[in-house]
């Protein structure tokens, strides 16, 4: 009996360059240009500069945002926790999985390390981007419900699958990278206990994995045929298993591309709070906010356990990086602030007495009818002291599918982004970026 894992891999194989349309070829370019603008953007935070003590082999890839190459896997590794960091990373509105910080640093870093062509390096990130979005299609909340990262555990699935068509597996050669991927796949989501940074080391772990499973495959290094749809495979062990419609995975793999739904964050914190920050935005440009007595929102069920609860913690984050994860306090930085942008995850902020007060203010009620996580909304009702309601309602999440963001807007996040660095420092890079198809050798491209 012939798996999804092998049918999975038997289609990838078999897709040609002119599988890949041009509107993929535009969104997968896109996707790669705000990644590296958010890795840019993070290149001086702690945790970066921890992971630079630690990943400093030598090589030939580049490092965003700072002045050396390293070995693959460590660009690779550094690059997606930076790109992933400050959670401002594209993201899949059907199951939030981050795509870009995932596929582009390891398709970049394993690009220049092989002297790959700029065009065959974006259509594997095609290549990787779907396949990530299809297995969030199955997995939908499961993976979270199990207490997995989604990022973590598809991510590297796709990394293998985007690198081994970059190398040009042959089917068996694919497969068994796959197969190889799914004993690498790790990723717990404690960190929403403490705000700890291992959520950022997600993205750049299963990159770097995904390359390694790609390259032990080459060498005729074999994994399970059965590792995504196996009785102890990924779905059996992070998701639900027999639940699953694996037909899905395939179907209309190469001519209905997923990936052009991928989203790019108007805001830098979890997805799932956007359309409440869209609707906290509207509320304080109408109402004076020392006014509001009461903030009920409602949500879907599948947010609740990342970030609505414990519901005091919520309101009172311990530090920057969990009220990112937090929908109650960014609902007050957005009444605040009128923007939830990187600048205002400050611990001055977070330790704002009056912005702590307002978030103690935001309370949920689960919506049996909300559509996640096949689509986000969020909707606000404002309670005023004086006993006025207010009533907003965000449809969908800005930057997706219904209200994607434009090429002018693209390319002011990524300058914006890469201004954190230096004021020019993105001039060469979006060059490089824009022209990557073009590109006969990926190796020398500046980043």
Request: proline share 4%; aromatic share 8%; charged share 15%.
């Given at each position: ?9 038997s ?7 002119n ?7 535009m969104n997968?370019r ?9 890795a840019v953007?993070?290149h001086?935070s702690?945790?970066?500069?921890s992971l630079?003590?630690v990943w400093n082999?030598v ?16 660009a690779?590794?550094?690059n997606?926790?930076a790109?992933?960091?400050e959670?401002?990373?594209s993201?899949?509105?059907?199951c ?7 596929i582009?640093?390891a398709l970049?870093a ?12 974006l259509n594997?990130?095609i290549?990787?981007h779907?396949v990530?979005c299809?297995?969030?299609?199955l997995?939908g909340t499961s ?9 973590a555990?598809?991510?590297t699935?796709?990394?293998a699958v985007a690198s081994?068509?970059?190398l040009r ?6 497969t068994?990278a796959i ?11 404690e960190y929403?206990?403490?705000g700890?940074?291992?959520?950022r080391?997600h993205?750049g772990?299963?990159?770097q994995n995904?390359?390694?499973a790609?390259?032990m495959?080459?060498?005729n290094?074999?994994g399970?045929v059965?590792?995504?749809d196996g009785?102890?495979g990924?779905?059996?062990?992070f ?7 694996y ?7 190469g001519t209905?591309?997923k990936s052009?739904?991928i989203?790019?964050?108007?805001y830098?914190s979890?997805?799932m709070t956007?359309?409440f ?6 509320v304080?440009?109408?109402?004076d906010i020392?006014?509001i007595?009461?903030?009920k929102c409602?949500?879907g069920?599948g ?6 609860e414990p519901l ?15 929908t ?12 939830v942008?990187?600048?205002v995850?400050?611990?001055?902020n977070?330790n704002?007495?009056s912005?702590?007060a ?5 309370t949920?009620t ?9 689509s986000?909304q969020?909707?606000i009702?404002?309670t005023?002291d004086?006993?006025t309601?207010?009533?907003?309602f965000q449809p969908h999440?800005k930057?997706?599918?219904s ?7 693209i390319?002011?996040?990524f300058f914006?982004?890469?201004a954190m ?5 993105g001039d060469q890079?979006?060059?490089?970026l824009i022209?990557l ?7 020398d491209?500046?980043?």
């Amino acid at each position: 009996m012939v798996t999804y894992t092998q049918q999975l891999a038997s289609i990838i194989t078999s897709l040609k360059p002119n599988a890949f349309t041009p509107i993929s070829l535009m969104n997968a370019r896109d996707v790669m240009i705000d990644t590296v603008g958010c890795a840019v953007a993070a290149h001086d935070s702690d945790y970066v500069k921890s992971l630079n003590q630690v990943w400093n082999q030598v090589g030939f890839s580049s490092v965003w945002g700072h002045s050396k190459s390293l070995n693959l896997y460590d660009a690779a590794m550094i690059n997606g926790v930076a790109a992933h960091g400050e959670d401002f990373d594209s993201t899949y509105e059907s199951c939030p999985v981050h795509t870009g910080v995932v596929i582009v640093p390891a398709l970049l870093a394993l690009g220049q390390h092989i002297n790959a062509a700029g065009d065959h390096v974006l259509n594997s990130m095609i290549v990787g981007h779907e396949v990530m979005c299809r297995l969030g299609d199955l997995a939908g909340t499961s993976i979270h419900k199990r207490g997995f990262h989604p990022t973590a555990i598809l991510g590297t699935i796709s990394s293998a699958v985007a690198s081994g068509y970059l190398l040009r597996l042959n089917e068996r050669q694919l497969t068994h990278a796959i197969g190889i991927s799914g004993s690498m796949t790790s990723g717990i989501i404690e960190y929403l206990a403490d705000g700890s940074w291992t959520k950022r080391m997600h993205a750049g772990w299963a990159a770097q994995n995904g390359i390694r499973a790609a390259l032990m495959a080459q060498a005729n290094f074999t994994g399970p045929v059965s590792a995504i749809d196996g009785q102890h495979g990924i779905f059996n062990g992070f998701s639900s298993g027999s639940d699953q419609d694996y037909a899905s995975l395939i179907e209309s793999l190469g001519t209905d591309w997923k990936s052009d739904r991928i989203a790019l964050k108007t805001y830098a914190s979890g997805t799932m709070t956007h359309p409440f920050i869209d609707c906290a935005i509207t509320v304080a440009n109408k109402v004076d906010i020392k006014a509001i007595k009461s903030i009920k929102c409602e949500v879907g069920e599948g947010t609740v356990h990342r970030l609505w609860e414990p519901l005091e913690l919520k309101q009172t984050p311990p530090n920057s990086y969990s009220a990112k994860f937090s929908t109650p306090f960014c609902i007050a930085l957005a009444m605040n602030f009128k923007d939830v942008g990187l600048n205002v995850f400050s611990e001055a902020n977070i330790n704002n007495p009056s912005i702590i007060a307002l978030a103690k203010k935001v309370t949920y009620t689960v919506n049996p009818s909300d559509p996640y996580p096949k689509s986000y909304q969020g909707k606000i009702t404002v309670t005023l002291d004086d006993g006025t309601k207010v009533v907003e309602f965000q449809p969908h999440l800005k930057g997706g599918s219904s209200e994607p963001l434009s090429e002018e807007a693209i390319k002011l996040k990524f300058f914006n982004n890469c201004a954190m660095h230096s004021d020019n420092y993105g001039d060469q890079t979006w060059k490089s970026l824009i022209n990557l198809q073009t590109q006969e050798n990926i190796k020398d491209i500046t980043l």
